[in-house]
């Protein structure tokens, strides 16, 4: 087995992109315009509605190009889906109506729940069909979010826009004095992208390539808007970053390199602030920045391409480094600020320590594209754990509930963003090196490029009948095998 460099994938590559790689672009003009205003989903309080909240997954349509309307699915929405809070130690019930003509899911993505609720595709909701769960709120604050899992269905269903975002509260913000005023100084940005027709339609229509590599489109999508602006006081604005989209790796920074912290990622609050410049974002990520806007300049916030497979971002380092794509727009204004000084401290992330691991266990993702594999050019590789596709009959792994085990995750021929339901775990190391210092809380979704070692702690329990799922969270390579189960016992 023999691991390819980006820049050796690239070069073997780069022909056959060249001529079964085209993109049908939406034009929306040379210069860069921010005339639509962030659209801010609705939030849904859980507790002061009673803690019962009701979700419609239906078609409908949404402008993401002004005047020109897409087919969509949304979550009580034209597309994506309300923001939810919960409360940790609260009981929520949810309702979900399937308003579809197709079989969905919902996956509390990052919601520690047991695997009998967690909506992976051992739970199928059907065409027509109402369902009720109770989920039990026990976690630290965190960002964590929700959307499809049916079996070989996710990547479509999501791209047509089933996303949404969850809050979770534990006090934490109110006692740090973080800006928490939802829609003013504590934003959702949920990242994506798309590639649109010329009537505005989005274009969904995966080739072997794309199934290969993921499907990447060629316009940024921010909560379902196309370059839009963002109105902020002048001061701390959080901003809780989800990366959405199907495939793309999200290399953020602002137009005036200033810097930003880094105060949270998957699983809550780190210890304190990590301060950075640019922050890189896989699929299914979410990390809480503060950014300061005192001193009143409209500023952009743009990301450089995606290179860790160097297809759809850039094939040289030169280009890389030069490239840099609009995502939206803050304009400060005179509302005074709520929040003008940076904590220094946060929250501590509960312990962990791999000697007290009872296992350890190695899984290697191969999506074909391991030299002398034939799906370079022609979407013959299959893609694996530890050599076996996917199986909705087959275990995996069985881990015990209330242990720790280290894994190591091994990605042959591409980055895998790989993800764990129903757990949490620590980045230990990646190829060797001790993380970045914003990698250091608690996550459920890590890029892997090489190898990393992660300290899993399994707290929930999950069936033969109700697995959890781990996997590669590029979706396509989700629905054509890349991904296993595992059962958490007593």
């Known amino acids: 087995m023999i691991l390819l460099t980006r820049r050796q994938f690239a070069l073997g590559c780069s022909a056959t992109i060249a001529a079964g790689c085209v993109c049908n672009r939406y034009a929306i003009g040379d210069s860069v315009r921010f005339d639509t205003s962030l659209p801010i989903p609705r939030l849904i309080d859980a507790a002061r509605i009673g803690n019962a909240i009701n979700l419609r997954v239906a078609p409908s349509r949404h402008a993401f ?32 109506e399937n308003a579809l003509d197709r079989i969905t899911t919902v996956h509390w993505h990052g919601l520690l729940v047991p695997g009998d609720v967690d909506g992976g595709p051992h739970q199928p909701i059907k065409p027509g069909e109402v369902r009720r769960l109770a989920l039990k709120i ?21 791209y047509m826009g089933l ?42 229509n995966p080739s072997p390539m794309a199934t290969g ?58 210890s304190e602030p990590v301060g950075v410049s640019q922050l890189k974002m896989s699929p299914g990520e979410r990390y809480e920045i503060l950014v300061n806007f005192a001193d009143g300049k409209a500023v952009t916030l743009g990301t450089g391409p995606d290179a860790e497979i ?81 199986d909705l009959a087959r275990i995996d792994a069985t881990v015990r509930l209330g242990t720790t085990e280290i894994w190591e995750i091994v990605s042959v021929g591409m980055a895998h963003p790989f993800h764990i339901h129903g757990a949490s775990f620590r980045v230990l190391s990646i190829n060797g090196q001790s993380p970045p210092a914003y990698l250091m809380g608690w996550k459920d979704v890590v890029l892997v490029e090489g190898n990393a070692e ?37």
């Open 65 to 96: 190009v002004k005047g020109k309307t897409a087919s969509t699915y949304g979550y009580s929405a034209s597309v994506l889906g309300p923001v939810i809070r919960v409360r940790r130690g609260d009981e929520v019930q949810i309702t979900i």
């Open 138 to 158: 026990n976690q630290p604050a965190a960002t964590v979010w929700f959307h499809p899992h049916p079996h070989h269905d996710t990547a479509r269903q999501v």
């Open 163 to 204: 996303t949404g975002m969850i809050i979770v509260d534990d006090g934490s913000s109110a006692h740090l004095a973080l800006p928490q005023t939802y829609g003013m100084d504590d934003l959702p940005i949920i990242l994506q992208d798309r590639s649109f027709e010329p009537d505005g339609s989005l274009g969904y």
């Open 213 to 270: 590599y993921g499907s990447r489109g060629d316009t940024i999508v921010t909560n379902g808007a196309v370059r839009p602006f963002a109105k902020v006081p002048r001061g701390l604005v959080r901003l809780r970053l989800l990366n959405g989209a199907n495939a793309r790796n999200f290399d953020l920074r602002f137009s005036d390199e200033r810097a930003f912290h880094v105060i949270a990622s998957d699983g809550g609050f780190l």
């Open 310 to 390: 160097g297809l759809f971002g850039a094939l040289t380092e030169q280009a890389a480094d030069s490239e840099h794509i609009p995502v939206m727009r803050f304009e400060p204004t005179a509302v005074p600020p709520s929040v003008k000084i940076l904590p220094t401290r946060l929250v501590v992330p509960a312990a962990a320590d791999p000697r007290a691991a009872v296992a350890r266990r190695r899984f290697v993702l191969d999506s074909g594209m391991a030299a002398g594999s034939d799906y370079c050019g022609s979407g013959g590789g299959k893609m694996t754990i530890n050599g076996k596709s996917h």
């Open 454 to 490: 992660l300290l899993v702690a399994f707290n929930r329990p999950a069936t033969r009948e109700h697995p959890f799922m781990f996997h590669c969270h590029i979706l396509e390579h989700e629905d054509a095998g890349l991904m296993a189960q595992y059962v958490c016992e007593r």
